[in-house]
């Protein structure tokens, strides 16, 4: 067992007690309304409600979507600084899976495809943490429209991989636990998006339960590789690096291939072109006097 072992629990355990740190600060805050309020209000007069309660008029701006929730200091701050780290941690746990599915001798697309749709979470994750909704709107937007289908792709991908390498049966019981996660992930995000393009109050709160339902599981996806990070070790690294150094000596070798087919061509043709002249020459030296006297 390593310590690579804490990283997925501390992924899981830091994003979701952060967001919901960042939800309880902005319903304080006035910022959004508690997910438990289903009614909602065309406009509000002036706010009653005291400061460290939550708000008694709301609005369709007080949805508590997660990107509501940090769009405005202090609980912002804290938003942009659970979605850098929570990028970091993910680009983690992506490359030590990717590198532990090689030393099992699983070389193929999807292992890369897995890795390359974690990190295009990732990278949509900085983009939603760092411009909030209500600031950069479109920005923000393209960073959602990026993180939660990589996301959903990484996890649905995974699942593959996990029954790939599965040996034993507690192997495959992890296996349909991440189906039953994928599942879920995929029925609450296109639930989310399908309530979203609704202006209806009911049907736009819908969708942010959905979205934190979504956002809860796919970290708590991310969570269940401690079941196989206890494995993890120097050799996992080696392993993929070696598959990188062998696929890029491969290339290499392939180039080298052909600059030497093309260097013998040419040579070839080199040889081409000067045996006319030989030929030529040869022909005058073999000449008889006889030949030379008539010329």
């Not at 429209?145 to 995974?158: D, I, K, R, S, T």
Request: include cysteine; aromatic fraction near 10%; proline fraction near 3%.
């Amino acid at each position: 067992m390593t310590a690579w072992i804490v990283l997925p629990v501390s992924l899981s355990a830091f994003s979701i007690t952060g967001i919901w740190i960042v939800y309880a600060m902005a319903v304080m805050n006035h910022h959004v309304c508690p997910v438990e309020n289903w009614t909602y209000n065309v406009t509000c007069t002036e706010e009653t409600a005291k400061q460290g309660f939550p708000k008694t008029c709301c609005t369709l701006e007080d949805v508590p979507l997660i990107s509501k929730c940090g769009s405005f200091p202090p609980e912002s701050c804290l938003f942009s600084l659970i979605g850098n780290v929570g990028a970091f941690m993910v680009v983690m746990v992506c490359l030590l899976r990717y590198a532990q599915v090689i030393e099992h001798s699983h070389r193929c697309w999807v292992n890369t495809s897995a890795l390359v749709s974690g990190c295009t979470n990732a990278l949509g994750l900085v983009m939603v943490g760092n411009f909030q909704v209500d600031h950069a709107r479109s920005l923000h937007y393209v960073g959602a429209g990026v993180a939660f289908p990589a996301g959903l792709l990484f996890v649905c991908l995974q699942c593959v991989l996990t029954y790939r390498v599965a040996v034993t049966a507690l192997d495959y019981w992890m296996a349909h636990v991440r189906v039953a996660l994928a599942a879920g992930a995929l029925v609450s995000l296109v639930l989310s998006g399908i309530f979203f393009i609704h202006e209806s109050f009911v049907l736009q709160h819908a969708a942010a339960i959905c979205e934190w339902v979504f956002t809860v599981d796919i970290l708590v996806f991310y969570g269940t590789f401690t079941y196989e990070f206890g494995a993890v070790n120097n050799d996992t690294m080696v392993a993929a690096l070696q598959s990188s150094r062998h696929r890029s000596s491969g290339v290499i070798i392939g180039a080298g291939s052909r600059g030497g087919a093309l260097s013998g061509s040419s040579l070839g043709g080199a040889k081409a072109l000067k045996s006319p002249g030989g030929s030529s020459t040869s022909t005058h030296l073999n000449c008889n006097p006889e030949s030379i006297a008539m010329l």
